[in-house]
C-alpha cells in the first residue's frame, strides 16, 4: 500500500474508532507494524493533525487538518450539542456511541473559540422518564432500512394475537415513550405501523427491495399526513 494511502487509512481510522484508540487496533487497521505506526501517527502531526496520546494509552483525534474549520454561530452549537444529547439519552447503545463520535468530530474542527462555547454550551437535556430500553433488533432494522432487504418478523398485535409478516422497512420514527418501523407489509400489502416493542424475532430473507425505499416513504408521509 502506498504511503499517502496508508496515511488517509489512518486519518480516517482516528476519524471512526471509539477514541482513545490503542496504537494494537491502529495497526491493524492500517496493515502495519506497531512500529510503523508510530512512525505514521510522527507524520500526520507534522502534517498538522493534533492527535493526543501516546504508546501504551491510545491515541485521539483533536483537530483533523483534512477538515475545513466549521463555521457555526453559538446558538446552532448549542443546537447541535443539545440534539446530540437527546440521541446519546434515546437512542439504543449503537447510535448513542455514533452521536458521541460525532460530536467529537465536529468539536475538532470547531475553531478554538467555538470549541470553548461547545464544551461549555448553557443548555443540556434530561429525562426523568426515559423510554424502554431498546430491543436487540433495532440496529438490524436500521441496517435493513439502510440495505432495502426485505425482513421476515414475528409481530404481537395488541389483543396479544402473533402472526409472522415479511416487510420492507422503510423508516423507525422515536416517539415519546416508544419506537415505530413505518414498513411495507407484504402480507397486508400495504403500508404498516409497528411497534418495535412488539417485534419478537427479526431475520433478514435475502430479498432486496432496491431502490424502492425511497419513494414507497415519500408515499407513506403522503397518507400519514392526509
Same mark, same amino acid.
Given at each position: 500500500m502506498?504511503?499517502?494511502d496508508r496515511l /488517509? !487509512?489512518?486519518?480516517q481510522a482516528l476519524r471512526m474508532l471509539p477514541q482513545p484508540v490503542t496504537a494494537a487496533r491502529l495497526a491493524a487497521e492500517t496493515g502495519v507494524s506497531e512500529r510503523s505506526l508510530y512512525r505514521d501517527i510522527a507524520s500526520l502531526r507534522a502534517g498538522g493533525a493534533l492527535i493526543d496520546?501516546?504508546? +501504551?494509552? +491510545?491515541?485521539?483525534?483533536?483537530?483533523? %487538518?483534512?477538515? %475545513?474549520?466549521?463555521?457555526?454561530t453559538r446558538l446552532e452549537v448549542?443546537?447541535?450539542v443539545l440534539g446530540l444529547a437527546e440521541v446519546r439519552l434515546t437512542g439504543d447503545p449503537e447510535l448513542a456511541e455514533a452521536a458521541r463520535a460525532a460530536q467529537?468530530?465536529?468539536v475538532a474542527s470547531l475553531p478554538e473559540r467555538?470549541?470553548?462555547?461547545?464544551?461549555?454550551?448553557?443548555?443540556?437535556?434530561?429525562r426523568f422518564d426515559l423510554r424502554a430500553p431498546a430491543?436487540?433488533?433495532?440496529?438490524?432494522?436500521?441496517?435493513? #432500512?439502510?440495505?432495502?432487504?426485505?425482513?421476515?418478523?414475528?409481530? !404481537?398485535?395488541k389483543d396479544g394475537s402473533q402472526t409472522s409478516r415479511r416487510i420492507w422497512p422503510l423508516s423507525i420514527v422515536f416517539l415519546d415513550r416508544s419506537l415505530m418501523l413505518l414498513a411495507w407489509c407484504n402480507l397486508r400489502r400495504d403500508f404498516r405501523r409497528f411497534d418495535l416493542?412488539?417485534? +419478537?424475532?427479526?431475520?433478514?430473507?435475502?430479498? #432486496? /427491495?432496491? %431502490? !424502492?425505499?425511497v419513494p414507497m416513504l415519500r408515499e407513506f408521509h403522503v397518507i400519514l399526513k392526509g
Open positions: 502506498a504511503r499517502a /488517509f !487509512r489512518l486519518l496520546g501516546a504508546a +501504551g494509552v +491510545g491515541y485521539t483525534l483533536t483537530e483533523d %487538518p483534512a477538515l %475545513p474549520p466549521q463555521m457555526f448549542e443546537a447541535l467529537a468530530k465536529i467555538v470549541q470553548r462555547q461547545a464544551v461549555h454550551a448553557v443548555q443540556e437535556t434530561y430491543p436487540p433488533h433495532l440496529a438490524m432494522l436500521r441496517q435493513a #432500512s439502510w440495505d432495502e432487504a426485505e425482513v421476515r418478523i414475528t409481530y !404481537r398485535d416493542a412488539r417485534i +419478537g424475532r427479526a431475520e433478514f430473507t435475502g430479498i #432486496s /427491495f432496491r %431502490p !424502492r425505499r
